[in-house]
């Protein structure tokens, strides 16, 4: 994942109709190996302290419903570059440099999004990737070859084009009309554009065809990660334990260095397995006098957060807490709802059961509470 530099702003648009892909929802909201479009755009994004996404007016409720709270929503207007100038106008004031990037561009790399941004830093007014072309290119009427042109020293644009924000700004005001791209309004203001290395995975989705290429590419580079966790806490003094975040009464308490949440901690150890970033000794030791009685909370946020940060989501959970008692199945869902608010992931995808060792080993005995979890991670 890019981790944009201070004053580095992204502007997303997905603001049009996309008719040219055929029937159905326009094109950013149709459904891209399990995941809209759009989805898949902003993720690339992340690592922008600032995000506008500009959509169609009609669009605006589930636009707010799905991304509000993290990004700034702009309404479009009948033009791309209407649109563009509207998210332009959010960001005045709030950042020094921005990358446009079409909403319909799912699968841009992050060395695409790294080397705009490089050039920019570099001092370069304006900067877009481009990939040459190579084929050989033909006028005709669609049904006859009139001519052949050359190709030298064309280039394909793709998106995300770099600019300094006051500029690029300030050329779309000069040129209220429409035009291809945000380069074309840059070169009119007399802007030099820098090319960077474009991708042939950064296609735009425009026709039907190009959902089916874009899951094959998406086929070729997934990276799924399983990681599995375990923890044992013997029981001590206590009037409660406490098992994935929640209090559950009990005539003992659960003895460990921190709050002994076994069920935390064992999913907790399966997301840093899954990134195989060791566990939680490894960035909690329990020699460091600070983690004494600390909320198991602080760990498993920090490994969600280390794998946003490595770029991966968690596809889903599974804690399976093993004892004789307390009972676990009244409290499960709340347990579930627990790590979702700790993970900031959907509550769907977490499960939280028990089961007893019939009895048993050190658990038969009411002597302790065992967890085993399993944690997916997907590469986005």
């Known amino acids: 994942m890019i981790r944009a530099p201070a004053g580095f702003a992204a502007l997303i648009t997905a603001a049009g109709r996309g008719t040219r892909a055929g029937d159905g929802l326009p094109k950013q909201w149709r459904d891209l ?10 993720a690339a994004f992340r690592g922008f302290e600032r995000i506008v996404l500009v ?3 009609d669009d605006m409720g589930q636009t707010i419903a799905r991304y509000a709270g993290g990004i700034t929503i702009v309404a479009g207007a009948e033009t791309r570059a209407a649109s563009v100038r509207a998210g332009l ?30 050039a920019l830093q570099e001092g370069a007014d304006a900067a877009a990737p481009a990939l040459p072309v190579s084929d050989a290119l033909w006028r005709g009427d669609g049904a006859r070859v009139a001519a052949i042109a050359p190709r030298d020293g064309l280039f394909r644009a793709q998106t995300p084009q770099g600019f300094v924000l006051d500029r690029i700004l300030q050329a779309h005001r000069d040129h209220p009309g429409d035009a291809a791209d945000d380069v074309q309004l840059a070169l009119a203001a007399g802007m030099e554009v820098a090319i960077t290395q474009g991708s042939e995975d950064n ?12 899951e094959r590419i998406l086929g070729t580079d997934m990276d799924i990660r399983l990681g599995n966790g375990y923890d044992v806490h ?8 406490t098992l994935c975040g929640v209090q559950v009464p009990h005539e003992a308490g659960l003895l460990g260095h921190s709050d002994a949440d076994v069920g935390m901690h064992a999913l ?13 000794g490894r960035h909690f030791p329990p020699s460091d006098p600070q983690w004494k009685d600390a909320d198991s909370e602080i760990f498993l946020a920090h490994a969600a957060s280390m794998a946003r940060d ?3 989501r968690i596809g889903n959970a599974d804690v399976t807490l093993i004892c004789e008692a307390p009972k676990i199945g009244p409290h499960a869902l709340a347990m579930a ?38 944690a997916t991670l997907i590469k986005e």
């Open 203 to 214: 296609l735009k989705i425009t026709f039907p065809a190009d959902f089916a290429r874009a």
């Open 268 to 280: 907790t150890d399966a997301i840093y397995g899954a990134l195989a970033q060791g566990d939680i």
């Open 33 to 42: 190996a399990g995941r809209p479009v759009l989805d898949r755009t902003l």
């Open 55 to 57: 959509v169609h007016p």
């Open 89 to 118: 106008t959010a960001l005045q004031g709030q950042a020094s440099h921005v990358l446009i990037h079409d909403g319909a561009r799912p699968l841009v790399a992050p060395s695409v999004i790294d080397d705009v941004i490089r």
């Open 337 to 374: 709802h627990r790590l979702s608010e700790i993970m900031g992931v959907e509550e769907a995808r977490i499960s939280v059961k028990a089961t007893t060792s019939e009895r048993l080993g050190f658990t038969g005995r009411r002597e302790g509470i065992a967890a085993i979890a399993t």
């Open 310 to 312: 490595k770029g991966f």
């Open 234 to 241: 013997a029981f001590g003094p206590g009037d409660h334990v």
